[in-house]
């Protein structure tokens, strides 16, 4: 059939009698270098209403797909089952070859017989035919009970909302807004720039991080089409793709942001000095601050939980632009948006729990984010590593990998973190950079170097450096009374025990899901995988997409990278993003629960149950009703239902029911077998 050809739409109601087209892949020798699929496609033959059964090597390539169309055009048959691989991969596919031969799209089942039946049983190749008989019986049950479906359109609001404003989400921000999208990037924190402000260097080609970083604040502060809200938060979210309606509330900053000019004659004034939470306890501020200095925006903020309120920063000699607010008030904006980016980030992860290793105990115990600090520029100490206990620069230091990461029995996360190994190599690179005498250590279970240029930057770090990597993990960590630190450990590869005393110690401590990932779990309704992290639709196919349609995720808050992975993988989200945008509307496939009225008692137990909050309630017609765009079909609802008020479209119980018949009675044996 060629493109030019439009094909005429064949009208099938659902109470025709079903015509069954089956149609058995090999999937090269996936399928059918374990099972015999001519004699599995004859098998098919004996199936009632079935009226034609092929077979071939890949019914997805586009011959297999003609015949599929071919026999639909001819009017041979009005329904369609493929018995191939996992409808995750292909049902997309052949669903479309039948909407393109003018059949409806969900007149369509697929057996999967390979993940199901032949990938399983390699080795039992008669117990494999068995399953994929089965497999091929039971969805052609189900084909003879399918009724068409229509897909539904909602319309798209070409604005976009981003949660989080670090390196991911200032780069999806800038991508969409220069392709004319409204943004709104949202920041919990008084400037943008998230952990990468943090850093001195990036590896592997020691560039400066603020020297990347400050211009894509200033761009993103600047571009016209993104609407900055730092400070702030999102509390409530409602609606559906397309069509988010979400409240923002932004914090007071008790500084008017218009008014104030950033000279910082209050910072100068004020009395109140507190630990800054940017340096991570290693340095201080005062009660009004900026957290550094390349923050964008460069307006100050008052710290109310350590300011004082004498009134010194407020005086007129002081503040001329007469920017102090102490009674500032929260405030609330409401927005209306088409999709959503999450890229709230990472957490470093606690070591205080690992007692072993002395963190929070012994002050010369510091996590790598710590030392990062200590290493930058415009850290608390200037680039010039001290020891926290006397401020003396360290002769021998020694890192620790894998703190909280890759952890099996200790607790902590079972997940390699990905960048640890690679930022311990640069700080203790940078180090020996500054103190080329100084005696350097990384104790390592495995060194995974697995980006471009990561391994030979590794291996310079040895043959340049002279930084000793020790193969094995520490057993005790104690001080002596001069706050130096004694490990013991065992060298696996000499395969003896080793005592040596440093004069720091630096844990490499892992990326983890930030601590308020629940809230923004149940905020978004998007689920999270095993490791705390949001999960993605699918880990290959679609990375950036969660089971939200609309809501995309970018950066670590989908799983712990690097930042060229980070900025990638944020360009991939507002990709995802402006598509949705740009096509102006979005189908909602026909999958969604619906309500028998006449039978609903308004007892509203599915209202309360449903995890995707799609169910609302008519008071006057005292029953529930389902938002398909909103809806799943996950079935929560129509299991809970008790008057049996909730159908499920394409997989009602009389579908489900024909499945179950056929799986539990024993088939007859036919005479093309024998």
């Not at 390196?167 to 008084?190: C, Q, T």
């Not at 979005?586 to 169910?615: H, K, T």
């Not at 009389?654 to 044996?669: C, D, G, M, R, T």
């Amino acid at each position: 059939m060629t493109e030019s050809r439009k094909v005429e739409q064949i009208k099938v109601t659902g109470k025709e009698k079903p015509k069954i087209g089956v149609y058995v892949c090999h999937c090269g020798i996936n399928i059918g270098g374990v099972i015999d699929v001519p004699k599995l496609a004859e098998y098919a033959k004996t199936l009632p209403d079935v009226v034609v059964s092929k077979e071939y090597s890949f019914m997805c390539s586009d011959i297999g797909q003609n015949m599929i169309k071919e026999d639909i055009e001819s009017g041979k048959i009005n329904r369609v089952v493929v018995a191939a691989c996992s409808p995750r991969m292909h049902e997309p596919t052949f669903r479309m070859a039948c909407k393109e031969a003018g059949l409806n799209q969900f007149l369509f089942e697929q057996a999967n017989i390979r993940e199901h039946a032949t990938w399983v049983n390699m080795k039992d190749s008669e117990g494999a035919y068995d399953i994929a008989k089965d497999h091929v019986r039971m969805a052609v049950a189900k084909a003879r009970q399918l009724k068409p479906l229509e897909v539904q359109k909602v319309e798209v609001e070409p604005t976009a909302l981003i949660i989080g404003a670090g390196i991911a989400g200032m780069n999806a921000a800038l991508d969409l807004a220069d392709e004319g999208y409204k943004v709104y990037l949202v920041e919990k924190s008084p400037t943008i720039g998230g952990h990468m402000a943090q850093l001195d260097k990036t590896f592997p080609t020691m560039d400066c991080s603020s020297c990347i970083l400050t211009p894509r604040m200033v761009d993103v502060a600047r571009n016209e089409n993104i609407e900055l809200l730092t400070y702030s938060e999102v509390e409530e979210v409602s609606g559906y793709v397309g069509n988010f309606n979400v409240r923002i509330k932004k914090k007071p900053h008790y500084i008017d942001q218009e008014a104030c000019t950033g000279c910082g004659a209050c910072v100068e004034s004020c009395p109140v000095t507190c630990g800054n939470e940017f340096d991570l306890g290693l340095g201080t501020r005062k009660a009004v601050y900026i957290p550094f200095p390349q923050a964008v925006p460069g307006q100050y903020t008052i710290d109310m939980d350590n300011c004082i309120k004498c009134g010194i920063c407020a005086r007129p000699e002081v503040c001329e632009p007469d920017a102090i607010r102490y009674d500032d008030k929260p405030e609330y904006i409401d927005i209306k948006v088409g999709t959503i980016i999450v890229a709230t980030g990472w957490d470093l992860y606690d070591p205080t729990e690992l007692e072993q290793y002395g963190y929070g105990r012994f002050p010369n115990v510091i996590t790598g984010l710590q030392m990062e600090r200590l290493l930058s520029s415009f850290g608390p100490l200037s680039g010039k590593p001290a020891r926290p206990s006397d401020l003396k620069a360290p002769h021998d230091i020694a890192f620790l990998q894998c703190v909280g990461s890759r952890n099996y029995r200790e607790g902590g996360n079972t997940y390699c973190s990905r960048v640890c190994c690679m930022y311990a190599t640069k700080q203790a690179r940078q180090y020996k950079e500054k103190h080329p005498e100084a005696n350097v250590y990384i104790f390592y279970m495995d060194i995974r170097a697995f980006g471009k240029g990561y391994e030979e930057f590794y291996e310079s770090a040895q043959r340049e450096y002279g930084i000793n990597y020790v193969r094995g993990r520490i057993a005790e960590v104690s001080e002596d009374e001069d706050h130096n630190i004694i490990i013991r450990a065992e060298d696996t590869v000499m395969q003896q025990p080793i005592e040596l005393k440093v004069d720091m110690f630096v844990l490499s401590c892992g990326l983890e899901a930030r601590r308020d990932s629940d809230e923004i779990s149940a905020l978004l309704s998007i689920q999270k995988s095993a490791d705390g992290f949001f999960m993605e639709a699918h880990p290959k196919l679609r990375p950036v997409d969660t089971l939200t349609n609309g809501i995309f995720v970018a950066g670590v808050a989908q799983g712990p990278k690097d930042i060229p992975d980070t900025v990638a993988q944020a360009k991939g989200a507002a990709s995802s993003a402006a598509a949705l945008m740009a096509k102006g509307e979005f189908e909602i496939e026909p999958y969604y629960s619906v309500v028998i009225e006449n039978l609903c008692s308004g007892c509203r137990s599915c209202q309360s149950l449903c995890p995707f909050g799609a169910i609302d309630f008519d008071e006057f017609k005292n029953v529930a009703v389902v938002n398909p765009a909103l809806c799943k079909g996950c079935g929560t609802c129509v299991a809970a239902c008790p008057s049996d008020a909730l159908r499920q479209n394409h997989f009602a119980d009389f579908q489900l029911n024909s499945i179950i018949n056929v799986a539990i009675e024993k088939p007859s044996s036919t005479k093309s077998e024998e």
